[in-house]
Each structure stands twice: as C-alpha cells, then as structure tokens.
C-alpha cells in the first residue's frame, strides 16, 4: 500500500512538473504585461522606454532611437538571462541612477518565466 501510495506521488509530482514547464513562457507573457505600459515589442515602436525587440545580446543603452540616462549608457552590460534577472529583479542597484521608473520584481518565479518570454520574444 505504502508503495503504491509513494509511486503515485511520484507520477502526480511528474506530470505537475511537465505541465509547468509548458506553461512557463506563456505565463512570462502575462507577467511582461508590466512592462508593456513602457516597452513596445516591434522595431521603433514608441514608449516612455526603448523598444526591446532583439534586446537579448545587445548592449544596454546602444538603440540610436532612444534617449537613455548616462548611466545605461555607460553600465557596460548585455542583455541576456543573468544580466536581466539581476535588473528586473533591483533595476537601481544593478544601474544605479538609471531612469527605468520601476522598482523591480519580487517573486523569483516572476522574473524565471518573464525571462524565458524575453529570450523567446526578444532575440
Ligand atoms: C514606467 C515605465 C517602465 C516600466 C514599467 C518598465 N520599464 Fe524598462 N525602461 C524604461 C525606461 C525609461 C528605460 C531607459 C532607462 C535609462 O535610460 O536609464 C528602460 C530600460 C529598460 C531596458 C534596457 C533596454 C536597452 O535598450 O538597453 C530593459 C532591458 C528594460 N527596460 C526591461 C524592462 C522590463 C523587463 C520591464 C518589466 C519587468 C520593464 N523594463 C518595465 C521604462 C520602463
């Protein structure tokens, strides 16, 4: 019985895991909605930020079309899953005196499956 019970955890605990890895990237599109208020998605779209369409490997603060702080500019990073999951996470401390006006992201999941949208949506 004992066994039985154990391997049916085993199989729920399985297919939990399989559905949320399905689901990850779709739900990173809902949590994106957030920054959607300032950041287009398509080439030279307009916003109170700069668009982000193949932001992933791309320097901060390089697009021609956008007005950056002098801190983006010179923070000397590329965009890619680990520089992102610091700056979403505490855009200030990652770029101090940047203009970005959002405080950051708190939950860990959050920020894992926005990620996962940003690298599929913005390479
Ligand atoms: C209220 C408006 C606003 C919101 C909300 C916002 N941003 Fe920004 N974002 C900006 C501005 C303005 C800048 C430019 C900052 C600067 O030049 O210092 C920026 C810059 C960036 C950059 C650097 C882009 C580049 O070309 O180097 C990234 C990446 C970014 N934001 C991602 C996000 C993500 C992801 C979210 C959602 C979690 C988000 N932003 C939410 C306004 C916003």
Known sequence: MMKQLMTVTLMLVLVAGMAHAETDAKRGEKVFEECRACHATERGGEGLGPDLHGMIGRRAGTLESFRYSPAMKKSGITWSAQTLESFISDPQKT?????????GMAEAKDRADLILY????FK
């Open 95 to 103: 770029v101090p005196a940047n203009r970005m006006p959002y405080s």
């Open 118 to 121: 940003l690298q599929e949506a």
